[in-house]
Every structure is written in C-alpha cells, then in structure tokens.
C-alpha cells in the first residue's frame, strides 16, 4: 500500500531523510518510532506529498506521490503534529470543510454525521472550535483527516495533550479504522500505547530507517525469554551471546532478555546449559514482545555495537 524506495530529503544545510526505502502492507497499522529529531515527521510530509524531496519514489495506493500529489491527495487522510482548525467554525462546518476540500461530493451530510459518530462529536457539531478543549479539537482534526474514507491514514503524534480516556478512545478507533480497510501509519512517542493496537513497528534514526518488524505474538520459531539470576553475572550474558540459536541478549540488572530461535526443545536445552554452568537461575520464561521493549532493545543493541 506504501512504498518508499531510496528517499533523500534534505533542509538547506541539513539531510533530513538518507536514502530511506521501506514497503508497508495493506491493513496494517505501523508504529513510526523514534528521538526526537529522527526526521518522522519530514517523512510523513514527504509521504503525504507535501515535501519535495531531492531524489527516490513513493507510491501510495499506487499513486506516484511525488509526480502527482494532488490526486495522491484524494487516498491519504493526514492529521500533522501541528495542526490548525478554523476557530470560528462550529464542529460541523469543519468537517463540511474538510469533506468538499477532500472531493467528497454525494452525500456530504451523511459523511459529517458517520464521521461524527465515530469521533463522538455528535453532541458538538453546532459548537464553535474555538470553544473546544485540546482533545475534543484533536479529535475534530482526526475527523477531518477520516471524512472522505482514506486508504491510508497519516497521524503525527495524534495522542499527545489527549487525557488516557480520550487516548484509549483514539486507539479503539484506529483499531476500527483498520477493520473498515484503512492502512495507518501513526507516529508517538508513548509505546506502550501504539503497542496496543500497531502490528508493525518502523523505527528511525538520524533520517534512517534502522529497523522494521512486525509485532504481536510469539512465533515458534523466534520467542523472547526472560533469565532472572539470582545476582547480575555478566559472564553469562556473555556465554548465551556466543550461542548459535541466541540472536540477541540484553541485560536489566540480575535480569536477561534473550531473543532465541527454534521452539521447546531449543528452549528446554538453553534452560539446561545454564543449570551446567551453575548459573543461579530463579526465573526462566517465555514473554512477550512489546512495542515499547522492542524499542529499547533496538536502542541498546546498536548503542553497544
Ligand atoms: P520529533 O519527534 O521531535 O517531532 P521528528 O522525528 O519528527 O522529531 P523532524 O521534525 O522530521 O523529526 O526533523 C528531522 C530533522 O530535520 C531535525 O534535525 C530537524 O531539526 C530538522 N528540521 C525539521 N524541520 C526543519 C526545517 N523546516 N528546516 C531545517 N531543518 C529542519
């Protein structure tokens, strides 16, 4: 559904993205991560057409964005980290707004009201935005990046000055959007929360894309386990390191998370070599792997290379 292939933007003095080339699959609801600075919102713009950059492809939908932004337009629902609302319109002129910018043109009231429903704005659409707290205004620009039933749906930072009700609303609603059709791509900073309802995570560094996976259950043939010693020792770490089925190793203290591939036997056999090498083992168990862990991971992984 996305496809972005040797992308190069650059500020005057400053490249922003550095041959970046990655693909995001129909139905899926990826999670940009990444410091401050990492360039997730030039990368977003330049998804959405509005950034030219130097040199590379995008294709949305199998829109070429950069030949023809305009249509590529009518596909992408866009809320930007900054956004602005015209104060003096009431809720539902807003959103009559952004459906005729966005060529709706059957059935404009009905898509108010469906989009309304859906942001539970209803009680609010003959209240002036202006008059409206930060969330209920966040929740009108996500109305308006939604009304004409994007293919793709483009959030920089929608949960941030949203209170936790208002964020778990937000993260049902994109799980929703997701049912109907919608492929998302929602960049935050909060982890835990893109965890719940993201199903791959991109992560970016200085204008790079340093990893993409996909989130979600263990499989049988990769899994993460947790060691608790009963002291720190790193010697152990270092041990499980040197393993053929241990792709990663992170110490916490006294605790290890290790990534290890091959399934029970493989499992039960790490379990055994550690009790040979008298490692003081109070805890060994499967977990999972969530967003916010993936992160750090990545983050310590390449800081230790
Ligand atoms: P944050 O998480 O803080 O929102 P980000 O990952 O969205 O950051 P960008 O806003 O895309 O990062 O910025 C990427 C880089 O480009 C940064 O080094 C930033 O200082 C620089 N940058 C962003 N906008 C401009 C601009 N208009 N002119 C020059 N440099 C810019």
Wanted: proline content about 3%; aromatic content about 4%.
């Amino acid at each position: 559904m996305i496809e972005v292939r040797n992308l190069i933007f650059e500020y005057p003095g400053h490249r922003a993205i550095d041959d970046v080339s990655f693909s995001i699959e129909t139905d899926s609801v990826t999670a940009l991560v990444g410091p401050n600075g990492a360039g997730k919102t030039t990368l977003m713009r330049c998804l959405c057409g509005l950034e030219r950059p130097l040199s590379g492809d995008i294709f949305v939908a199998g829109i070429d964005v950069i030949k023809d932004p305009r249509r590529s337009h009518k596909t992408i629902g866009y809320l930007a980290d900054t956004f602005g609302l015209y104060d003096e319109l009431q809720v539902r002129q807003c959103l009559r707004y952004a459906a005729e910018a966005n060529g709706v043109k059957n059935q404009i009231d009905i898509s108010v009201t469906q989009t309304a429903e859906r942001l539970n704005l209803t009680d609010r659409l003959t209240q002036r935005v202006g008059g409206l707290s930060r969330g209920l205004r966040q929740r009108v620009a996500i109305g308006q990046a939604i009304i004409h039933e994007p293919r793709v749906l483009i959030l920089d930072e929608p949960a941030s000055g949203l209170d936790p009700e208002a964020r778990h609303d937000l993260a049902e609603l994109i799980k929703i959007l997701k049912v109907s059709g919608m492929t998302s791509l929602v960049s935050s900073h909060i982890l835990a929360e893109l965890g719940a309802y993201a199903t791959e995570m991109l992560m970016l560094r200085d204008g790079q894309i340093i990893e993409q996976r996909l989130l979600g259950k263990q499989t049988e043939s990769r899994r993460h386990i947790s060691i608790e010693l009963l002291t720190a020792n790193p010697a152990i770490a270092e041990m499980l390191s040197t393993r053929p089925e241990v792709h990663s190793v992170n110490t916490d203290g006294a605790r290890i998370i290790c990534e290890v591939s091959g399934g029970n036997h493989t499992q039960q056999r790490l379990l055994a070599t550690l009790v040979a090498a008298d490692a003081a083992v109070v805890n060994f168990s499967t977990v999972e792997q969530d967003l916010q862990r993936s992160y750090l991971d990545s983050i310590r992984q390449r800081q230790t290379k």
